[in-house]
């Protein structure tokens, strides 16, 4: 058991540097560091579907003022984009790690997040779905050649993610299987596909409801795009061989500009946001314009390496329940 472990965690080293490497490659990205902690009241912070507690703490060195682990990186990482003047066309990418303790334990959730958070600076005139496309593109043939040469590595791992990924609307979908729960239509639609690109997640749909919670102050939910529908971001799904259902490996999205935040704000009731720094910013068009998310690496590694269970990529705090079940089925948790 020690030694299959210890393959196990060669396999995860060689799979994130794969990847990393692929995605740096792909979409001009340079690796800097970032922070696991910021001041609190600044907006910087992600809210990510607007209801999720924060881990906070008070610092003493600065007279006890709070502050919160991070849920993800966006806005700060476009902060990064201005402060290093990074130019059109390039970007960022980190190792971001957080702890979300409203998370549900699942087989493919915990309360410890690791992921890739990336950053790059765009134009006006690329905030368009077009683009959008091209970029997701980018890092699914990441994902490809990633799959290719970790089959090449471990024998018993076959490529199984199709030549290309799949673009449909969130509206789309929900045409398409109206019956149907949000997580039901994306476990059907990426089980045809393989692989998905669901498009416009955080605005309501013609049922009067969206088809997932979004924060309003990074990615753009609400724009209408070329294609007649509204939203410039989406999630990236795969099938996931060994658990047979839809396997989200990344949320992202061209960032909101001046207009967009506005009315999002408005939509999701939280105009008193503006007079926070990050939006002030925003609202005054100081900072660039931008495209990012963030991608699970114990996701990734979960996904390549074919294992049941995100305990088997990553050291977590799990029940004792959990524990017992997952020894049972013969999982072993790091």
Not at 74 to 79: E, I
Not at 132 to 148: F, N, Q, S
Not at 225 to 232: A, I, P, S, T, V
Not at 304 to 329: F, N, Y
Request: net charge negative; aromatic share 8%; with cysteine.
């Amino acid at each position: 058991m020690k030694k299959e472990i210890l393959r196990t965690e060669e396999a995860i080293s060689f799979t994130k540097e794969i990847f990393e490497s692929e995605l740096k490659q792909k979409l001009a990205l340079t690796k800097i560091s970032s922070p696991i902690a910021i001041l609190n009241g600044t907006g910087i912070n992600d809210d990510l579907n607007g209801i999720e507690r924060v881990v906070a703490f008070p610092i003493k060195a600065l007279s006890d003022k709070e502050a919160v682990v991070v849920n993800s990186l966006s806005k700060w990482k476009r902060l990064r984009l201005q402060e290093l003047d990074i130019e059109e066309g390039k970007g960022i990418i980190t190792d971001m790690r957080a702890i979300r303790p409203d998370e549900d334990y699942s087989s493919i959730h915990s309360i410890y997040v690791d992921q890739w958070d990336w950053e790059k600076r765009i134009s006006k005139e690329s905030r368009n779905i077009t683009f959008l496309k091209e970029e997701v593109t980018k890092i699914y043939k990441a994902l490809r050649e990633t799959e290719i040469k970790i089959s090449e590595k471990y024998d018993s791992i076959q490529p199984v993610l199709p030549q290309n990924i799949k673009f449909i609307h969130t509206e789309e979908l929900l045409q398409k299987y109206p019956t149907l729960t949000p997580k039901e239509r994306e476990s059907e639609i990426t089980k045809e596909y393989g692989a998905v690109f669901l498009i416009g997640i955080g605005g309501n749909l013609s049922s009067e409801k969206p088809h997932d919670g979004r924060a309003p102050d990074y990615d753009d939910w609400s724009s209408e795009n070329e294609d007649g529908y509204f939203g410039l971001n989406g999630d990236i799904l795969l099938w996931h061989p060994i658990l047979k259902e839809s396997f989200e490996i990344s949320s992202m999205g061209i960032r909101v500009d001046k207009l967009a935040l506005l009315d999002q704000l408005n939509k999701t009731g939280q105009n008193d946001r503006k007079e926070l720094q990050f939006h002030k910013l925003l609202l005054n068009e100081i900072l660039p314009e931008s495209i990012g998310g963030g991608i699970g690496q114990s996701r990734v590694c979960m996904f390549m390496l074919r294992k049941k269970h995100i305990g088997e990529v990553q050291v977590g705090i799990w029940p004792d329940s959990v524990k017992e079940k997952s020894k049972e089925e013969g999982i072993m948790l790091l």
